[in-house]
């Protein structure tokens, strides 16, 4: 196997699970709308994909390396995060080969799996950590048999799928939903995707637009675009029809679809007007001539126009790119977090940036790496805020240098500005570290939002688009308005010690029903707890609670 082995399979298994992210997506077993495991992981390897794009090299090693920090900067939730550490030990293993046999490529990937069960802190077996190492395991065992590239990938394969298939095994709320795990799932298809170039030479096929989605440099037009370029001229003209030809106009629309495609052929007794792409203008132009004069010709290159379409698109993607900075300040914060009204709680707090994220849309590693250089501080502290966020967050520390990044892993909005607000500038950035996520513990934290999917809550079915809320995570009510949620979710989570509770709404409730439920907790609870009320403007979640 050279580079470009390793370039093509790459892309086949990117292809693969781009194609299978949504079935992916839908095995997650809780009904909350979360990261998204297909969407995360399709993500990750797409990044790798667009560099590759760029590594002209044919050394496997160079290729290995390109990949995994492709994947690394663009890791997006933990599978992603996990995949990229995978891909990783590919780069360490490969490192100056110019070629690797099936041995030397199994082993890199032991080297993978080894760092990705140490990056987890409480590694669970049945899941995509499961797959990867018992997939590791089998392709070493076909070592002592062969070291062709294509036999042993097969072999990790064949190990890799039953490990998914014991998945439910391990996790009995796999087994309960009838599902295997999701993120080992995406690792198999791409797995799967890779073996079908080693052992056929051929690429899994993709949908471009679902390529292309993933991409999140290219807008969806420019997808869409690029699917249909088949020829390179769009051409369109209008006929003046000559009384004296007779000529059925169909015969035109016949012709036409010879020489091209997308072709569309509208006539009346006075004109003929025509679409169609086609490589072969001239001849299209020469044959409306045989109906008559043309009244007006109109040629655009189209290959030309998305390629400046591109270059636009990447030059104001470059334009809004958040910019390093010199760090001349002693300490500076970054915040992850979605909605208007959240995003400036978060800078009137003191952050110098936040990044767009949180549950479902989760920000790549390189965006939130992108945020700490932008930020002129000597030390920058990362909140997260989501328990799917904190992995990427910390795959920053080890790529910055000329400044000290640490991560307080928040897992919620109200824990992030909890741990905030119990800054000490007195204190060294460790002890600030421990006594914020200390701070943040104490917050207890709800969330009401809808059902993403048909799941089962106790010994109740849930359907999808049913309102719930949950307890520090934990589903706990089904409900039928977001009001009557967040207003039962307070009931269960105002102790006889709590002194404050903030009621932050989302985008998707009006200021009426925001009222409406703040009278009624306020009613209930405002004679010994301080409630407030907060326009966050947050997706997903309709009321976000923090309780202190």
């Known amino acids: 196997?050279?580079?470009?082995?390793?370039?093509?399979?790459?892309?086949?298994?990117?292809?693969?699970?781009?194609?299978k992210k949504s079935y992916i997506n839908d095995l997650n077993i809780f009904p909350v709308p979360d990261g998204d495991t297909g969407t995360n992981m399709s993500m990750t390897t797409t990044a790798a994909v667009k560099a590759l794009t760029k590594c002209d090299s044919d050394e496997v090693g160079v290729v290995a390396k390109t990949i995994a920090s492709a994947m690394l900067r663009g890791a997006r939730g933990n599978s992603g995060v996990i995949l990229s550490l995978l891909f990783r030990g590919f780069s360490d293993g490969l490192k100056d080969k110019a070629v690797a046999n099936g041995r030397e490529?199994?082993?890199?990937?032991?080297?993978?799996v080894d760092a990705a069960y140490k990056a987890v802190m409480k590694p669970t077996e049945g899941t995509i950590l499961t797959v990867a190492r018992v997939g590791y395991e089998g392709g070493l065992e076909a070592c002592e048999k062969t070291e062709d590239v294509a036999e042993v990938w097969e072999a990790v394969c064949i190990s890799a799928e039953e490990a998914?298939?014991?998945?439910?095994?391990?996790?009995p709320v796999l087994k309960k939903a009838g599902v295997v795990d999701a993120g080992g799932m995406g690792l198999y298809s791409i797995f799967e995707g890779m073996l079908k170039y080693f052992k056929d030479g051929e690429?899994?096929?993709?949908?471009?637009?679902s390529v292309q989605e993933e991409l999140d440099n290219f807008s969806s037009t420019v997808a869409e675009f690029d699917e249909v370029i088949n020829f390179t001229y769009c051409t369109e003209f209008i006929v003046g029809r000559d009384e004296k030809i007779t000529?059925?106009?169909n015969e035109l629309r016949m012709f036409l679809e010879t020489i091209g495609d997308c072709v569309v052929v509208v006539n009346d007794d006075e004109i003929i007007k025509v679409h169609v792409h086609t490589d072969n203008p001239g001849n299209a132009l020469q044959r409306g001539l045989t109906y008559g004069e043309l009244l007006t010709v109109k040629v655009e290159n189209m290959k030309e126009q998305h390629r400046r379409r591109?270059?636009?698109?990447?030059?104001?993607?470059?334009s809004t790119k958040l910019q390093p900075v010199e760090p001349t300040e002693e300490i500076g914060f970054v915040a992850v977090a979605a909605g208007e009204g959240i995003t400036n709680l978060f800078k009137d707090l003191g952050c110098s940036h936040v990044v767009s994220g949180g549950q479902s849309m989760n920000p790549s590693t390189d965006d939130i790496y992108e945020a700490v250089m932008a930020t002129p501080a000597k030390t920058v502290i990362v909140f997260p805020n989501n328990k799917n966020i904190i992995m990427a967050a910390e795959q920053t520390v080890p790529m910055v240098e000329d400044r000290e990044v640490v991560i307080v892993p928040t897992r919620t909005i109200p824990q992030g500005m909890t741990a905030m607000l119990s800054y000490d500038p007195e204190l060294s950035a460790k002890s600030n570290k421990d006594m914020m996520m200390d701070a943040a513990k104490n917050v207890a934290t709800g969330q009401v939002t809808f059902a993403a999917r048909n799941s089962e809550f106790g010994h109740h079915k849930i359907k999808e688009g049913e309102i719930i809320a949950l307890e520090n995570g934990k589903l706990t009510i089904t409900e039928k308005?977001?009001?009557r949620a967040v207003v039962k979710l307070a009931k269960n989570m105002i102790k006889h010690d709590t002194s404050f509770v903030t009621i932050i709404y989302g985008n998707d409730i009006d200021e009426k029903e925001a009222q409406e439920a703040y009278e009624a907790i306020n009613d209930k609870f405002g004679n010994k707890v301080d409630v407030s009320l907060v326009n966050g403007g947050q997706p997903v979640y309709y009321f976000v609670l923090s309780v202190e």
Do not use: F, H, W
């Open 1 to 19: 196997m050279n580079g470009i082995d390793l370039k093509q399979a790459v892309l086949s298994g990117s292809n693969n699970i781009c194609t």
């Open 105 to 112: 490529m199994v082993e890199a990937l032991g080297l993978g």
């Open 164 to 171: 998914l298939r014991k998945t439910p095994e391990y996790l």
């Open 310 to 318: 591109v270059e636009d698109n990447e030059a104001q993607k470059e």
């Open 203 to 209: 690429i899994v096929e993709c949908d471009t637009v």
């Open 481 to 483: 308005t977001p009001v």
């Open 247 to 249: 000529t059925d106009p």
